[in-house]
T-cell receptor, first 110, second 114 residues
């Protein structure tokens, strides 16, 4: 089925660095969601965005709902080791149905 | 949000057998979903579990292979039938709350088929 284009696919971070990832779609969505999945766990909802242009923060996380309704980005400021994991974007239009991105795997630089 | 539990958390099964995964929610929810997550991949929706009626399956998934029950608003089961090694995945249930767009996920069931 349809999948959102999420980039980068993976990235290495050093503690203290800011991180940015984004998600694009060929169709519009009414809601954009960002999830984080730790190894052996289910995805946990980080941020939900409901309006085009909306900028929402959750601690060190900031996400924006693109004005065209076809994209969203997530920023993590001053990364810490526990930020490591897989981040998924998801778009939704109705009936709680979600379309997921391919995920961004965040890893720590050795 | 809702608290969601899944049983079993993991299992190793033999080819040709079936496994039933349970999903329990701590409150009544309108929508329940089942996903598959193959190793290193994103989430793929298997079906929407409908209370009191047959589940709605996505393209590529059939009831004979993945029968689903939803006897009430807090519980659902997914059976993976006649398993093959290709069925080795994480199976996740999720719930949606009426009037909201987001879903909340259980911890997943990690299935390995040998």
């Amino acid at each position: 089925g349809q999948q959102l284009n999420q980039s980068p696919q993976s990235m290495f971070i050093q503690e203290g660095e800011d991180v940015s990832m984004n998600c694009t779609s060929s169709s519009i969505f009414n809601t954009w969601l960002w999830y984080k999945q730790d190894p052996g766990e289910g995805p946990v909802l980080l941020i939900a965005l409901y309006k085009a242009g909306e900028l929402t923060s959750n601690g060190r996380l900031t996400a924006q709902f693109g004005i065209t309704r076809k994209d969203s980005f997530l920023n993590i400021s001053a990364s810490i080791p526990s930020d490591v994991g897989i981040y998924f974007c998801a778009g939704s239009n109705a009936g709680n149905m979600l379309t997921f991105g391919g995920g961004t795997r965040l890893m720590v630089k050795p | 949000s809702a608290v969601i539990s899944q049983k079993p958390s993991r299992d190793i099964c033999q080819r040709g057998t079936s496994l039933t995964i349970q999903c329990q929610v701590d409150s009544q929810v309108t929508m329940m979903f089942w996903y598959r997550q193959q190793p290193g991949q994103s989430l793929t929706l298997i079906a929407t579990a409908n209370q009191g009626s047959e589940a709605t399956y996505e393209s590529g998934f059939v009831i004979d292979k993945f029968p689903i029950s939803r006897p009430n608003l807090t519980f659902s089961t997914l059976t993976v039938s006649n398993m093959s090694p290709e069925d080795s995945s994480i199976y996740l249930c999720s719930v949606g709350i009426s009037g909201r767009y987001e879903q909340y996920f259980g911890p997943g069931t990690r299935l390995t088929v040998t």
